[in-house]
T-cell receptor
Framework: AQSVSQHNHHVILSEAASLELGCNYS??????LFWYVQYPGQHLQLLLK??????LVKGIKGFEAEFIKSKFSFNLRKPSVQWSDTAEYFC??????????????FGQGTTLQVKP | DSGVTQTPKHLITATGQRVTLRCSPR?????VYWYQQSLDQGLQFLIH???????AKGNILERFSAQQFPDLHSELNLSSLELGDSALYFC???????????????FGEGSRLTVL
C-alpha cells in the first residue's frame, strides 16, 4: 500500500530563511507526486506536481521540489520564505501510469510558521 | 476559487444525529473524492466516485455513505454521529482517471462538522 511520510511536523522560521520540508513515500511503481498548501481557513491548493521528466519541479510562489527516485523522496524547498508562506503543507502521492486511480494519499502535513 | 463548491461550510449537531454534506465538482470533472481531515488522523481518503459509480473506498466507516448523482454532484451522509466524527470534510474533483491523469485534485473549502 502507498504511504507518505513527512518528517517535520512543525517548522518555525524567520522571514528570508530557507525552507526545506522532507517527504518520503512508499510505493514500488511509477508515482505522481504533489505538494499542496493549505493557508489558514482555506482549502488545499496545488503548489507543484511531478509526474515525469525533469525531477526538479518548479511551482507557484517560488517553491520547488526535487524528486529523487533512489531515495523515494520529494522534498519541498524555497530559498527565502515570507510571512505569507505561513500555512500547512501536504505531500501527496498517487500511482502513475495505468495504475492511476486518481486517489491521492497524503502525508500528515507540516505546519510552517514564518515569523516577521 | 477552485470551482468546487461545498455546503454547508459549518455544521454543529449532536451525537446520534445524521447529516448530509453536499459537493458540486468543477463543471468538467467526472470524479469526486471525499476526504476527512482531523487533528489526529490528518487527511484521510474516504471514497471516490466517477460518473455516478463508486470507484474506490478508503477509511470510510460503515455509518458513512456517499453517492454521486446524474448531475455529478455528490453527497456524503454521516449517521449515528459520534464525538470523534468532528472534523473538516473536504470534497475534491478531478478529470477522468487513467494513464493521462496526473491525479491533480481540486479541493472545495470544506465542511466543518462539530458533534457535541
Amino acid at each position: 500500500a502507498q504511504s507518505v511520510s513527512q518528517h517535520n511536523h512543525h517548522v518555525i522560521l524567520s522571514e528570508a530563511a530557507s525552507l526545506e520540508l522532507g517527504c518520503n513515500y512508499s510505493y514500488g511503481g511509477t508515482v505522481n507526486l504533489f505538494w499542496y498548501v493549505q493557508y489558514p481557513g482555506q482549502h488545499l491548493q496545488l503548489l507543484l506536481k511531478y509526474f515525469s521528466g525533469d525531477p526538479l519541479v518548479k511551482g507557484i510562489k517560488g517553491f520547488e521540489a526535487e524528486f529523487i527516485k533512489s531515495k523515494f523522496s520529494f522534498n519541498l524547498r524555497k530559498p527565502s520564505v515570507q510571512w505569507s508562506d505561513t500555512a500547512e503543507y501536504f505531500c501527496a502521492v498517487n500511482a502513475g501510469g495505468s495504475s492511476n486511480t486518481g486517489k491521492l494519499i497524503f502525508g500528515q502535513g507540516t505546519t510552517l510558521q514564518v515569523k516577521p | 476559487d477552485s470551482g468546487v463548491t461545498q455546503t454547508p461550510k459549518h455544521l454543529i449537531t449532536a451525537t446520534g444525529q445524521r447529516v448530509t454534506l453536499r459537493c458540486s465538482p468543477r463543471s468538467e470533472d467526472l470524479s469526486v473524492y471525499w476526504y476527512q481531515q482531523s487533528l489526529d488522523q490528518g487527511l484521510q481518503f474516504l471514497i471516490h466516485y466517477y460518473n455516478g459509480e463508486e470507484r474506490a473506498k478508503g477509511n470510510i466507516l460503515e455509518r458513512f455513505s456517499a453517492q454521486q448523482f446524474p448531475d455529478l454532484h455528490s453527497e456524503l451522509n454521516l449517521s449515528s454521529l459520534e464525538l470523534g466524527d468532528s472534523a473538516l470534510y473536504f470534497c475534491a474533483s478531478s478529470a477522468n482517471p487513467g494513464p493521462l491523469n496526473t491525479g491533480e485534485l481540486f479541493f472545495g473549502e470544506g465542511s466543518r462538522l462539530t458533534v457535541l
